[in-house]
């Protein structure tokens, strides 16, 4: 036999409702608050989020009173909300007016006879941990028996705790992300609440004003360009140019051009003097990206480049000095490449003026329903649809994949679930997860067989942020043939 009565069974009915309609996660709680309020008389009900790092749960919603502009919160223990949420067992107060713990801190009851109010209050719990608490008056004389109505509220706070899930990751990212904001923290595309990613905006805080050489690491996809460009733009070059250089895209033939650039005559078709990289860079800030790929013949090259901020070009003998910011990436191990000779141990602890590694996706479970709704939302807009919402199964699958190609994979395959489903939400059947290729390539009578080398070669390229060893490995072509089907694929 079901403890709630046929009233607390419709209200229950009618707050599932409401949990399952599209609207924002705010007001969908909201609703639910004033729900409880007119079905339950369960008044001036609050919703209160855990700090995970801090422990202090703060004031997110109200209902019948406003909190606009208010910052309430409650340390571990402090109060009956700090209590609730310190030990993850419900209160409740039968006559407010002879309770010293209440605080009252918000204002709500200053006006009332605290004397005729019962005071309810059970935490929120999602995975077997508190993520917050859940709160409400109710007149005295219209409550029998106090468990059961703390039994009512914690039927409600179990139907909500998905949702404030959620919603506390959203809120805890701004927050987080604004107090890191009143230093030199990030201004741009970077979403992150996970404490890993909270560790990677501190340390770009930190390093942003200074020269000091970065290296970024961490695996393909996860995000190392952003932190790059992070850098560049909170720091003092920010109105300077920041020069991006994939290394592994470059052939061994040209990097040491490309990078230091090459007077006229030093090599067949060097028609004219040419600037290099480095020298485009001046007064900015450079990014080597994959510097583990680098031939070791140009890494002395950089390494008195770095030193001294001084180089030759390909075919000068005059020294060229230039003022520039050095940042490098690798999805490599370059300690291990050192051991294995591969990597000039000198240079590698010259990039390691501070490293900053970027955690995969998969130690960042908290940001990827936070990512994934980011993704939508962009795509959605970027190609004039409806915005589209991911059902439960949806998300649920998302949460349950190990993301092997970090936060790029996530946002193509949100991108193709986004372009390809025309519905208004996106079921578990549009997230090509369990595909080997996020990247597929599909069959068309349309075709030339020298057009789809080159889409292969493309697909795959993006797949593995431009490798070309890496594309070539996978593919069992050599890299020269991948050069010449990509210099021919400029005609098609």
């Not at 895209?249 to 040209?254: E, G, S």
């Not at 003026?353 to 939302?377: K, N, T, V, Y």
Request: proline content about 4%; overall charge negative; some cysteine.
């Amino acid at each position: 036999m079901s403890i709630h009565s046929y009233e607390e069974l419709a209200a229950l009915h009618a707050i599932a409702k409401i949990l399952a309609q599209p609207d924002d996660l705010h007001d969908r709680l909201e609703n639910i608050l004033k729900e409880m309020s007119i079905r339950l008389g369960m008044q001036r009900g609050m919703i209160s989020l855990l700090d995970r790092e801090r422990k202090e749960a703060w004031l997110d919603i109200a209902h019948d009173f406003n909190i606009d502009g208010m910052e309430v919160t409650y340390k571990p223990g402090e109060g009956i909300t700090g209590k609730v949420a310190a030990m993850g067992r419900p209160m409740a107060v039968a006559n407010l007016g002879q309770e010293t713990h209440f605080l009252d801190r918000t204002g709500a009851r200053r006006h009332l006879n605290r004397a005729e109010l019962s005071f309810l209050c059970v935490p929120i719990m999602y995975d077997g941990e508190v993520i917050g608490v859940l709160s409400a008056d109710k007149v005295a004389r219209e409550v029998e028996n106090l468990d059961k109505e703390l039994a009512m509220l914690s039927s409600v706070a179990e139907l909500m705790s998905k949702i404030v899930h959620i919603r506390a990751l959203e809120e805890e990212n701004r927050r987080l992300r604004k107090i890191v904001g009143s230093g030199h923290s990030p201004s741009m595309d970077i979403i992150g609440h996970s404490k890993a990613m909270q560790e990677v905006f501190g340390l770009v805080a930190q390093v942003a004003d200074s020269n000091t050489t970065v290296l970024i690491t961490g695996e393909t996809g996860t995000g190392k360009e952003l932190i790059a460009r992070a850098i560049h733009n909170n720091s003092p070059r920010k109105d300077g140019p920041m020069v991006q250089v994939n290394c592994a895209a470059i052939p061994d033939t040209l990097i040491e051009s490309e990078l230091f650039g090459h007077e006229k005559g030093a090599f067949t078709g060097a028609v004219k003097p040419k600037k290099g990289f480095f020298e485009e860079a001046d007064k900015g800030t450079i990014f080597l990206d994959e510097i583990g790929e680098i031939d070791q013949k140009i890494q002395a090259k950089l390494l008195r480049c770095i030193e001294n901020r001084t180089f030759q070009r390909v075919g000068g003998t005059e020294d060229i000095e230039v003022d520039v910011r050095i940042i490098a990436a690798t999805n490599k191990d370059l300690l291990h490449e050192v051991k294995n000779e591969k990597f000039r141990e000198d240079l590698y602890y010259r990039l390691f003026g501070l490293p900053i590694e970027m955690p995969p996706l998969r130690e960042r479970e908290s940001d990827i329903l936070i990512l994934a709704r980011h993704f939508i939302s962009r795509f959605c807009k970027e190609n004039n649809i409806p915005l589209k919402r991911m059902t439960e199964a949806a998300q649920k699958k998302l949460m349950s994949y190990s993301f092997p190609g970090n936060v790029r994979e996530l946002k193509s395959v949100v991108e193709l679930a986004v372009t390809l489903s025309d519905k208004d939400e996106l079921e578990p059947a549009d997230l090509m997860l369990d595909s080997p290729d996020p990247f597929p390539v599909t069959i068309s009578n349309d075709l030339t067989l020298r057009e789809y080398e080159l889409k292969i070669i493309m697909a795959t390229l993006q797949k593995y942020d431009n490798d070309i060893r890496k594309t070539a490995e996978k593919l069992d072509i050599g890299v020269s043939t991948i050069y010449r089907i990509l210099q021919k694929g400029k005609g098609i």
